[in-house]
């Protein structure tokens, strides 16, 4: 069991998915059933792969797909790294079901086979240890997010989409580039075994390999919308459905962990006076550019959602920057910022959405989307849906569970104390004034606090527009299905503040297995002699 | 043969980004095609142009092997590059629909 537990988070999803696809659309309480199992388990894996690396001596689990040895097969690695992610992604993941039960997953086919789907991508993109398996994994995700993106149809999201899958379409292709570009230099795509021989790289093909690595930076870039490249992530971040837009702030996230996976695996201290460091130059100050065009974005934002996906655009630049400085300290606090911020704006998605929720765009939605689907199932969707209207448990004062938690997502995604996005805040920031004087970490430093204060500004404003300026404003009905979810994301990061040590300490653990290659290495390939 | 190939790639990917930088919807989807068909082009060549070699030894000689794990890749790419511009064109006729012209904003301004 043990030793199959590495693979387990990538297989679980993906029967559950072909399950879901068997039972129907029409079972929909099996199907919610299946998904909150799968869901469950995940948490639960996810949990038990992180005992099993932070145990002494585990440095990191290595499953071989078929026992094929690691030169030859596909090798999936978790270390801390992969195990806080995976975990990351099924917390959130069964989070969001609550939510997902309200009235957005009945506005089109096959949500929660879609959730299931994008869940298989992500956390085998997490804990895939070979380039070409990540980019089917990769993949595997973008498919589900465009399925996701364009749940609820309407011509706005399927322009949107449209853009989106353009967009994303061209990155794998940069991708696949890259990928053959490492592939014809080194002859071979297993991680491991990259980082033991790009010190070795011939002087004369060491240019194609810089080459292929900065073509494959670049689909990542794009993926965690680095600027000029992230212009597609606010449009298409508010045309989502509010629980898919919540999912989907976590997808920045991968971008963002593959950069620091590579970057120190391939490119860190050991990778030879000639590619030591390569590109991080450029990931600190994309980093910086990101954070300016995410927050002028922000304060110019007229809606919620805009501002929302601005806010996304603001995080995945810190943390660019952040994993660019290449040092330790400062990685660990970007680890603790990327948990907070990717809770804390998944939080504010969702707020965004309840606020929303019965303006007039959406009928809007559905008075497009009607030609487009059988006239008799549109009915009887109508019409179940209008019962289970009734029945739901509705709560009494929304606007005192909506007006809290848009300030608590506030006040974390400022980073204000005493919650935890500030604590997150000063991890990552504290390192960056002991850092070596590089030009780099005071720009950084000064810019993320200037954003923090932007945020407040731009929050406050739309706070004060919402709540107290339109006093004849009729706030939606808030269900209880759909509040737990904002409360359950919100607890998650006061607990975290509460218990902010033992999850700091594993994080530089984290920091500190991710700036000493080595173990990683010696994990995946064992030194000639050792059994395998 | 090199420079055959090479010339096929480098027009095959300038026509594809040419064309994606079109406004129409099908320009875009015949552009990624086409860039697709030049990077499964680029990434099969990425292990030596060979021309009757054995993609698997059999007791023969290693000098006369061609690589068979970019063609193996190639295939992989070729299958989701396949099923994702198939997914594309079902949106982007979905767009059409919606939308009643073929522009990639969804709003026509020439006609």
Known sequence: ????????????????????????????????????????????????????????????????????????????????????????????????????????????????????????????????????????????LLAASYGLALHGSGARRVSAGLHYIAVNLTASMLFLLGVSLIFGVTGTLNMAALAELIPNVPERTRALLHAGAAILGVAFLIKTAMWPLGFWLPRTYTAAAPAVAAMFALMTKVGIYVLLRLGLLLFGDEAGPASSHFGSDWMLWGGVATMLAGTIGMLGARDLGKLAGYIVVISSGTLLGAAGLQQEAVTAGALAYLVISTLAIAAFFLVAGLLASDGDEETDDTLILEPYEQPG??????????????????????????????????????????????????????????????????????????????????????????????????????????????????????????????????LRDTAAQLHAPASYIHAVLPPMGAAP | MELILATAIGILAASGVWLLLRPRTFQVIIGLTLISYAVNMFIFSIGGLRTGADPVLNGGDIAHYADPLPQALVLTAIVIGFATTALFLVVLLTSRGLTGNDHVDGEDGTS
């Open chain 1, 1 to 140: 069991m043990s030793s199959h537990l590495a693979i387990l988070p990538v297989i679980t999803p993906l029967l559950v998915a072909a399950l879901q696809l068997l039972v129907g659309e029409k079972r929909r309480r099996t199907v919610l059933l299946l998904s909150v199992v799968s869901c469950v388990a995940l948490v639960v894996m996810a949990a038990a792969l992180m005992r099993t690396v932070s145990a002494d001596g585990a440095l990191a689990a290595v499953y071989r797909i078929g026992d094929w040895p690691a030169q030859f097969g596909i090798v999936l690695v978790a270390d801390r790294l992969s195990a806080l992610m995976v975990l990351l992604t099924s917390v959130l993941a069964l989070a969001l079901l609550p939510h997902a039960l309200g009235r957005w997953q009945h506005r089109g086919g096959h949500f929660q086979p879609l959730l299931q789907f994008l869940l298989v991508g992500l956390n085998g993109a997490f804990l895939t240890g070979d380039l070409f398996n990540l980019f089917v994994f990769f993949e595997v």
């Open chain 1, 377 to 506: 199932e549109t009915q009887a969707n109508e019409s179940l849906y209008a019962k289970e209207d009734e029945s739901r448990v509705v709560l009494s004062a929304p606007i005192a569970m909506l007006g809290l938690s848009f300030s608590a997502c506030a006040v974390l995604l400022a980073g204000l104390p005493p919650l935890s996005g500030f604590l997150a805040k000063f991890a990552l920031l504290a390192p960056m004034l002991d850092a070596d004087a590089r030009l780099g970490a005071g720009v950084l430093f000064t810019l993320t606090i200037v954003a923090g204060f932007c945020t407040v500004i731009a929050l406050c404003r739309a706070g004060i527009q919402i709540f107290w300026v339109e006093s004849e404003r009729i706030f939606p009905k808030v269900r209880l299905t759909e509040s737990t979810s904002v409360a359950i994301l919100l607890g998650l990061c006061l607990l975290l503040t509460l218990l902010v040590e033992a999850p700091l300490r594993y």
